[in-house]
């Protein structure tokens, strides 16, 4: 059966209102300093905006944190422009309009139509509904990435990214791929402006409502799940508020519902009596309400610390904080001006930020694919960079991710190499998934380690969207009752969510890359050249000695072992072309490459 | 650009480290040696702690019911649960009706329930509560390391194997975070690896820094680096190499108890082991989402329970199952629950002396619609850390707690 119910196409026209929203500002081509720029922006905070020098150090740095890292072509290019003109380039994007993506609203079947179908039909119809919405998002979730890739606006996507793990919404919890697809769009054209119309924007957006139970928030039966996560999560944090301040504003959010999969005000749900909120009677509203939350001193704070831990990745100081927080109260929460002024601000450029932060699975993933020029399909990397923790729609909690050295564990740190191995065209799926061959034969009886010929978890039929929290459970495991393997096992076949990597990899990637004529271009012709090149064009962030030392041991004993003289590497065919790759996959293993 | 020196290595080539790296070492040795197969018989085999949580606030009232309590049905018309749906322990309670093998346990004197856990002061954000449990401090985060990584400091102090303390899952709990020992953590110990030809694996393995103190990034990924070679093909074998004839669910929860049973026959130098069970955030449709839990978690610790009953190491685990808080005693307008306070803790193992341990909360003298705890969870470490881990519990928890009678 496929999609029976009518269905509606919306068409997603709202960038064009985003352009007509962004400022537009001349941008110069010459090499001007960032002072007088900067001098401009700055509220008199008493501090003196000291100039930095524009290099391509900083000017990396920045492409690092306001977009997903950078080409070499684009550093120089940043550089060229002059620091002010590129925080203003990147402020309205290199080209801003962008084609949408269509959204198909899948509609459920009514409670009268679904009555009339037998038991049978009724779930492959609900089955068949879910498949399309899993489907849907899944394509959405490519489209995203490939914003991400191109870059004609990548601070536009990085605030959709960070608002995404702001204002969370789960498509665990949100049937509606519509409503996760809108909420994005939400994120994309707004997340530059003004916080408070984003913050009124989400109590009225559908999937937030039905993510934290608004539609069950009603007049003499509250619901304190949005109440709480608005105040905790969305402006003010925790110990700004009393449990009686959240039951009293749950009330105030009463009202707010999603019908067919649009927010509606139902009058009749509203609690319309008097409501004490942090000390205020009144009988608060939605807007209201969060008017009022604008005003706490703990809102700016709160949210001037998370865009300065999302852009820095580092705790910043009471006093930064301060700082940031009042040009937010002053500026009217303007989240473009508190991006220019943190971009011009030397401190954002000093060592305990610049390559201190640690890269995200989505930044590692399309860093990687941008600095090694590769085009893998973008809906590969949204499941690897889901099996290494960040499944976009699907955040670990309300709290969105953690992040920093919370992306790394001892599994998704070596993941991060074999996937950087994949791009590389170096390691398959396979080697990954590869059966333990054990040291010694196997005692009668005991466990074989062998592997079943099939994977588990694919019964739901292949869904895009996998429910799984970061990395797959759905891979081969030893089957307990296994008999003890006579030979070598065999390496099973690839289903579910490794399966589909596995189609992609096989099927829509080669890794069109060659490092040898990179090498050539660089000049490159002996082993420390090699490294230095490949490194520099590879990682975020510099070599550290250590690593430098180790990298060249490796490329000369290789070189030596496949009969590869130093000056002849670059022009040795297969056989070099693969050790570069080789080469470039430790590169990408490296602690360093996790940086950025 | 420029490189940024780092030069620990240098200074790691000094005569004093190669001294402390010879220690440690001999230490590791002596761990390995300890846990191996071939245990010295005149050695205690080691204790082992199992962390099982469930996340998201686990309704407590709805896992040991008090079905006979007027107050109890008042509040929850179409949560409540009568006599005949619940596994009746006493006139007045009885266990949710999915527990069937979390009774058989309970009869058989091997799990222990602490009724009415919780904490002074409650906090009813989850981020926070857990921070609470995973910190035994009211200050959370800000007051340093979890409780296992300060147990480490106690317990272990130099031994450095990565292996020490392994979470089967995606999302480590802040518990496990140790500046000294911190933890390995995989999902699936099949794809547990970095791939790559054996000169290049051999190179990899070179890009790490076991000694790292981890106070910058950097050093923290050195560190990670160097554990994770360390740990992954140890994990794999033992994973690989385990043979039980005891059958796990078919399901995520199941399969990481199954390579805890692995992992606890190994022989890897594990000590802490910890789990997660994920979805208890039930503010809307409670019913058939709990109950589906309870499932999970009845036939995962039956599993469990049965097949660590077959070997000495698997009887030297213990397992604590918690939540970072219960729920409202009131049922909300959706046929949910919304944050609560205190619930009780499951504690099981061959060494447990299972039984009801505290008292079930009062329903009707309730502080702000929330039962008041019976029983600081700081009690039920302390039980664990003293009686099981052979530690000082003053030294993890900062400060004596009674401890309770179901182990030692």
């Known amino acids: 059966m496929g999609i029976r119910a009518s269905t509606l196409l919306l068409f997603v026209a709202l960038a064009a209102v985003a352009i007509a929203n962004e400022p537009t500002r001349p941008i110069s081509g010459s090499n001007s300093g960032s002072n007088s720029h900067s001098a401009v922006e700055r509220p008199a905070t008493g501090r003196d905006a000291t100039s930095i020098e524009w290099n391509a150090r900083n000017a990396e740095h920045l492409l690092n944190r306001a977009g997903f890292g950078a080409r070499p072509a684009e550093i120089a290019a940043a550089v060229n422009v002059g620091h002010a003109a590129f925080v203003e380039q990147l402020l309205t994007g290199f080209r801003p309009d962008y084609e949408p993506f269509f959204v198909e609203r899948i509609e459920r079947p009514d409670r009268d139509e679904l009555q009339a179908m037998g038991e049978a039909e009724r779930r492959e119809f609900l089955n068949q509904v879910q498949r399309d919405n899993r489907r849907q998002l899944a394509q959405f979730a490519g489209w995203w990435v490939d914003q991400m890739l191109e870059s004609h606006h990548p601070l536009r996507e990085r605030m959709t990214l960070f608002w995404h793990g702001y204002f969370t919404s789960s498509a665990r919890d949100v049937r509606s791929s519509a409503a996760m697809i809108e909420q994005n769009e939400l994120f994309r054209t707004r997340g530059l402006g003004k916080f408070g119309e984003l913050l009124r924007a989400i109590v009225r957006d559908p999937a937030m409502l039905e993510y934290l139970d608004n539609n069950q928030n009603r007049k003499g039966n509250p619901n304190e799940n949005f109440a709480r996560e608005v105040m905790e999560l969305f402006t003010l944090g925790e110990g700004h508020y009393t449990e009686a301040d959240i039951k009293e504003a749950a009330r105030a959010l009463t009202g707010w519902v999603t019908r067919r999969g649009e927010a509606a005000y139902v009058k009749g749900r509203h609690d319309n009596g008097k409501k004490t909120i942090l000390g205020v009677t009144k009988n608060f509203d939605a807007d209201s309400f969060l008017a009022l939350l604008l005003e706490q001193p703990a809102c700016p704070q709160w949210l001037a610390k998370k865009l300065l831990v999302h852009f820095e990745g580092r705790t910043p100081s009471p006093a930064r904080i301060d700082d940031y927080a009042s040009f937010l109260k002053s500026n009217d929460y303007d989240v473009r001006a508190f991006l220019r002024r943190l971009f011009l601000d030397p401190a954002f450029y000093s060592d305990d930020v610049v390559a201190a932060r640690i890269a995200s699975p989505i930044d590692y993933l399309v860093g990687t694919s941008r600095r090694l020029s590769v085009e893998p399909p973008p809906a590969l990397l949204w499941l690897a960079a889901g099996q290494l923790g960040e499944r976009l729609f699907e955040p670990p909690s309300v709290k969105g991710w953690d992040g920093g050295q919370a992306w790394i564990t001892t599994s998704t740190l070596m993941q991060r190499g074999n996937m950087a191995g994949m791009l590389l065209g170096v390691v398959k799926l396979e080697d990954v998934l590869r059966p333990e061959v054990l040291d010694e034969e196997p005692e009668p009886g005991d466990m074989s380690g062998e592997m079943t010929g099939e994977m588990t978890g694919d019964e739901a039929g292949g869904d895009e969207m996998s429910g799984d929290d970061g990395e797959s459970r759905r891979a081969p495991r030893a089957k307990p009752d296994a008999k003890p393997a006579k030979k070598k096992p065999a390496t099973p076949a690839l289903k579910g969510e490794y399966g589909q990597m596995g189609r992609m990899l096989a099927d829509a990637y080669i890794p069109a890359i060659h490092l040898s004529a990179r090498l050539q271009r660089a000049q490159a012709t002996n082993d420390h050249a090699a490294v230095d090149a490949l490194a520099d064009e590879l990682l975020p962030v510099a070599l550290t000695p250590e690593s430098r030392a180790e990298l060249v041991r490796f490329l000369a004993s290789e070189r030596e072992a496949l009969g590869i003289e130093e000056a002849q590497l670059c022009k040795s065919g297969r056989d070099g072309e693969r050790l570069l790759r080789r080469l470039a996959h430790l590169i990408l293993s490296l602690p360093e490459a996790q940086l950025s | ?408």
């Open chain 2, 1 to 408: 650009m420029t490189s940024r020196p780092f030069d620990r290595r240098a200074l790691l080539t000094g005569f004093g480290a190669l001294g402390g790296l010879a220690l440690v070492s001999s230490r590791a040795h002596g761990a390995v040696r300890l846990f191996s197969s071939e245990l010295d018989p005149r050695e205690p085999a080691p204790h082992m702690l199992l962390l099982v949580q469930l996340s998201g606030g686990n309704d407590g009232l709805s896992t040991v019911v008090p079905y006979a309590d007027d107050a109890y049905r008042a509040a929850r018309p179409t949560l409540g649960f009568a006599k005949q749906d619940v596994l009746v322990l006493d006139d007045y309670k009885g266990l949710h009706g999915e527990l069937e093998g979390v009774r058989k346990l309970l009869d058989a004197r091997k799990l222990a329930i602490v009724e009415g856990v919780g904490y002074p002061n409650p906090i009813r954000s989850h981020f926070k509560s857990y921070e609470v449990w995973h910190t035994a401090d009211p200050r959370g985060r800000a007051a340093g390391q979890g409780w296992i990584g300060k147990l480490g400091d106690v317990a272990w102090r130099d031994v450095q194997d990565p292996n020490l303390v392994v979470h089967v899952g995606a999302n480590v709990p802040y518990s496990l975070e140790s500046a000294a020992h911190p933890p390995a953590a995989f999902v699936n110990p099949a794809s547990y690896r970095w791939a790559g030809e054996k000169e290049d694996v051999d190179a990899y393995g070179k890009m790490g820094d076991s000694e790292g103190k981890a106070e910058s990034n950097l050093e923290f990924l050195r560190r990670k680096v160097a554990d994770s070679q360390a740990s992954s093909q140890k994990i794999r074998s033992a994973v690989a190499r385990y043979r039980t004839d005891v059958e796990y669910p078919d399901e995520p929860f199941g399969a990481a108890l199954r390579d805890v049973a692995a992992l606890a026959n190994g022989g890897i130098g594990t000590r802490v082991l910890s789990v997660e069970l994920t979805g208890f955030d039930t503010h809307t449709g409670q019913r058939a989402r709990h109950d589906n839990l309870m499932k999970q978690l009845d036939r995962g610790l039956t599993a469990l329970a049965a097949d660590l009953e077959r070997s000495e190491a698997g009887k030297n685990v213990v397992g604590l199952v918690f939540s970072e808080f219960g729920r409202r005693v009131k049922e909300n307008g959706s046929r949910g629950t919304d944050h609560g306070v205190a619930a009780p803790c499951f504690v099981f193992g061959a060494s447990v002396k299972g039984g009801l341990y505290g008292k079930h909360p009062s329903l009707t003298a309730l502080d702000a619609g929330d039962v008041a705890h019976t029983t600081d969870f700081r009690s039920v470490y302390a039980t664990l850390i003293e009686r099981w881990m052979g530690a000082d519990s003053s030294r993890v928890l900062g400060q004596k707690y009674p401890t309770l009678g179901f182990l030692g």
